[in-house]
């Protein structure tokens, strides 16, 4: 049985991991650029994978005997990552944004990793954290390999 700090920080992760996952929807939903196409994709792409990792945070949370978040109250209160307000963006600007989402994440989840291995002496969920941030480096070097022109 974890702790309820533990517990409280998977539930942290699990609502900013939200706030990325809506982030990069709407990058998908409202980018127009020259090379639309292919971030459209991208960004689908990443949505999917997001959604995937919010899935697993959640059920390491309840095999830990917590209650996973689920609502976008809860999201939004509790999230380390801000949201931005609606906007058409091209490329750059919305790579921008997500490369600073990611690097946020990466940032706190890598605390959350330690705490786990360290505090909680659970090197299970310790182990998952540092795959779901593997995926996440995964997702932003490929925001960070496309070098603008301009
Ligand atoms: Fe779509």
Do not use: C
Not at 9 to 17: C, F, R, V
Not at 88 to 95: M, Q
């Amino acid at each position: 049985m974890a702790t309820p700090l533990a517990l409280q920080l998977l539930n942290t992760l699990l609502a900013s991991e939200y706030v990325l996952l809506v982030a990069t929807r709407a990058a998908h939903w409202n980018i127009e650029d020259a090379s639309f196409v292919p971030f459209h994709e991208l960004f689908d792409k990443q949505y999917n994978q997001i959604s995937d990792l919010a899935d697993s945070i959640a059920e390491r949370n309840r095999q830990l005997g917590g209650v996973a978040f689920g609502s976008m109250r809860e999201f939004i209160d509790h999230a380390f990552l801000t949201e931005t307000s609606s906007h058409i963006g091209d490329a750059r600007d919305f790579v921008t944004n997500l490369i600073s989402l990611h690097e946020t994440f990466i940032s706190k989840a890598t605390k959350t990793m330690e705490f786990f291995e360290e505090t909680e002496d659970d090197d299970v969920t310790a182990n998952q954290l540092q795959d779901w941030i593997g995926q996440h480096q995964k997702m932003l070097w490929f925001l960070k390999s496309h070098k603008f022109s301009n």
